[in-house]
């Protein structure tokens, strides 16, 4: 039981660690200012990962309502379905910023031309990380379960 209660404040704990780093991420690709879309992107990462980890627990390690509750939910589904999609809108996103770490390390400048095509991205993903509560709210109650 304590464990269930621990996983379950860590995912949720997730959202308040990754919400503000993507906010704040297409706040600083907007500004140009590459220290704080690093930082921010960062603490994106820690969250989609705690997310992805406790997740997975939660639904299939047998601390939660059970697989079968999960597997059957439609809402649990659509959540699968916006983290998958948060997660493919991440790559382009992911592997440039990885490309201006490398770049930073060996004392070169940053390719800035994409900037805003990685904000109009940031924005979706924000959106859509925004909505994930409100389907897990769904999901956990059994909303849409025959």
């Given at each position: 039981m304590l464990?269930?209660?621990?996983?379950?404040?860590l995912h949720v704990f997730a959202l308040a660690i990754g919400l503000p780093g993507v906010f704040l991420r297409g706040r600083a690709l907007r500004a140009g200012d590459v220290p704080r879309v690093l930082a921010a992107d960062s603490a994106w990462g820690v969250a989609a990962l705690l997310w992805l980890v406790t997740g997975l627990a939660r639904a299939?390690?047998?601390?939660?309502?059970?697989?079968?509750?999960?597997?059957?939910?439609?809402?649990?589904?659509?959540?699968?379905?916006l983290f998958v999609a948060i997660f493919l809108l991440e790559?382009?996103?992911?592997a440039t910023f990885i490309k201006w770490r490398i770049a930073l390390?060996?004392?070169?400048?940053?390719?800035?031309?994409?900037?805003?095509?990685?904000?109009?991205?940031?924005?979706?993903?924000?959106?859509?990380?925004?909505?994930?509560?409100?389907?897990?709210?769904?999901?956990?109650?059994?909303?849409?379960?025959?």
């Open positions: 464990s269930s209660a621990l996983l379950s404040a299939f390690g047998g601390f939660e309502k059970g697989t079968q509750f999960y597997l059957a939910n439609p809402m649990f589904h659509l959540k699968l379905t790559m382009y996103p992911m390390a060996k004392k070169q400048p940053v390719d800035l031309s994409k900037t805003g095509l990685l904000a109009r991205l940031n924005a979706v993903e924000l959106a859509l990380t925004i909505a994930l509560p409100f389907v897990a709210a769904l999901m956990a109650r059994g909303i849409g379960m025959r």
